[in-house]
């Protein structure tokens, strides 16, 4: 059973929804930015897409290395935040407050501070993703990278479950 949130703090949560779903609009607004970058034909890259297809290092190409540093940024993303939140939550759980407001209160900055730490952590993926499509122009490998970094902020997403701790 979830416990039942205040009015303030339910205020609290949409605050930090809204400013989550800004922060997830900017990554498919990188999106439009490059579809229209692709499509306009005045656009020269200093290397095609074939460059991601170098052997790097141990037999991987490029494009298996850019995915990899994705997939370990997300998953170390991933981890951390279980593991912070886990620990925020056994913090607020054995402190004592005066009251149940400033126990909230504690929480929702202390969250705050971890959802944006998480949220940047990610961005990078989808920043990755636009180096290498203004290099060769490869929107499909923009996209999944972006969409990388969109798992990753679905993992962080304030939402009431969370703040029933």
Not at 52 to 76: E, H, K, R, S
Not at 91 to 119: C, G, P, W
Request: aromatic share 14%.
């Amino acid at each position: 059973m979830q416990k039942m949130l205040t009015p303030d703090e339910k205020k609290s949560l949409t605050t930090l929804m809204v400013i989550w779903f800004t922060m997830l609009g900017a990554l498919f607004t990188y999106v439009a930015v490059c579809y229209m970058i692709m499509t306009q034909s005045n656009f020269k890259t200093q290397y095609t897409p074939d460059v991601l297809q170098t052997p790097l290092f141990a037999g991987l190409n490029t494009i298996d290395c850019v995915y990899a540093l994705a997939l370990l940024i997300l998953g170390i993303g991933i981890l951390y935040f279980k593991s912070a939140y886990t620990k925020l939550v056994a913090k607020i759980t054995h402190e004592t407050f005066e009251s149940e407001e400033e126990k909230f209160k504690a929480f929702r900055t202390r969250y705050t501070t971890l959802m944006f730490v998480n949220l940047a952590i990610f961005e990078v993926i989808a920043i990755i993703g636009i180096i290498v499509f203004l290099l060769t122009l490869d929107f499909s490998t923009f996209l999944n990278l972006v969409l990388l970094a969109a798992i990753g902020f679905v993992k962080v997403m304030p939402v009431q479950a969370k703040f029933s701790y």
